[in-house]
């Protein structure tokens, strides 16, 4: 039985045990974002249609409100000053008073008003699952740090990587692999998950689902306890994109059983297929 025959078959078993919809599903369900009716076959067909198809609106997107548009630009472009100021390496790491604080001592920057800063808090402690993503979230305190005693920074990549396991992972699998396997993104913060999810909300109109179903919210990424991307020298973007799984490295990594991908084809948080992130962390 593959992974789409046992959602299949634990959406249909649920219900007819009267259990109702399996937790990942009925999250969603119940916010309206799949068809009414009790049809299991519609409702997986719906959500394996949004997670195929990512970057396209589909009906029931939940959006930011209009009026709230100017405040998500204002905060997205002061981010952006905040990255080039402290630089792009120390960006993945810094946490959210740091970045408060540094904000305010910083003319080029510029403090957070107090209305930024709200909707920031907002963003953070909203219930992701009600605007479709779905997985869990590691993180659950915005003021998070991450020890830079328990790091390590990988040559030229200009990323982190936590010391232990992640570190381990990755230098076994760049050891067996080749030297064409490069780290594309490590450790990210709080402040980091912010600076992308919001980028992509705004370049979206502002449509908090379809930004979901490609980067996770700030709190729910697991780069911020142990996650990372690989990719293939000289492949460029194409490294984040499905085409990766064609690549020397993505087949060498299968072959030497080191590939455990975290969204799969047909994974249950409403994302998209991503064979370049490796799963650390349970």
Request: with cysteine; glycine share 10%.
């Amino acid at each position: 039985m593959n992974r789409r025959q046992f959602i299949k078959y634990s959406v249909s078993m649920a219900c007819a045990l009267g259990l109702g919809m399996p937790g990942w599903l009925s999250a969603a369900s119940g916010s309206n974002r799949f068809p009414k009716g009790g049809d299991k076959d519609a409702l997986l067909a719906d959500y394996f249609e949004k997670i195929k198809n990512f970057n396209q609106v589909h009906p029931h997107d939940v959006f930011l409100p209009e009026g709230q548009r100017i405040l998500l630009h204002a905060v997205v472009m002061r981010l952006q000053r905040l990255e080039e100021s402290v630089g792009h390496a120390n960006f993945h790491l810094i946490s959210f008073d740091e970045a408060l604080q540094f904000a305010r001592q910083s003319t080029t920057v510029g403090p957070f008003s107090p209305a930024e800063t709200e909707f920031l808090e907002s963003v953070f402690y909203a219930a992701a699952k009600e605007y479709g993503f779905l997985g869990e979230k590691p993180v659950t305190t915005l003021t998070e740090t991450i020890p830079r005693d328990k790091i390590v920074r990988v040559p030229s990549t200009g990323n982190f990587l936590f010391k232990g396991m992640p570190e381990e992972v990755y230098m076994r699998i760049r050891t067996a692999v080749g030297e064409d396997l490069l780290l594309t993104s490590g450790i990210r913060g709080i402040v980091k998950q912010y600076a992308l999810f919001l980028h992509k909300v705004l370049g979206s109109d502002g449509n908090y689902s379809l930004a979901s179903r490609s980067l996770a919210p700030p709190g729910y990424s697991y780069h911020g306890i142990g996650d990372f991307d690989v990719g293939q020298l000289g492949y460029g973007a194409l490294n984040f994109t499905a085409q990766f799984a064609e690549t020397r490295v993505f087949r060498r990594l299968r072959e030497l059983g080191y590939l455990n991908l975290r969204y799969t084809r047909d994974n249950t948080f409403g994302v998209r297929f991503e064979p370049w992130h490796i799963q650390v962390v349970s």
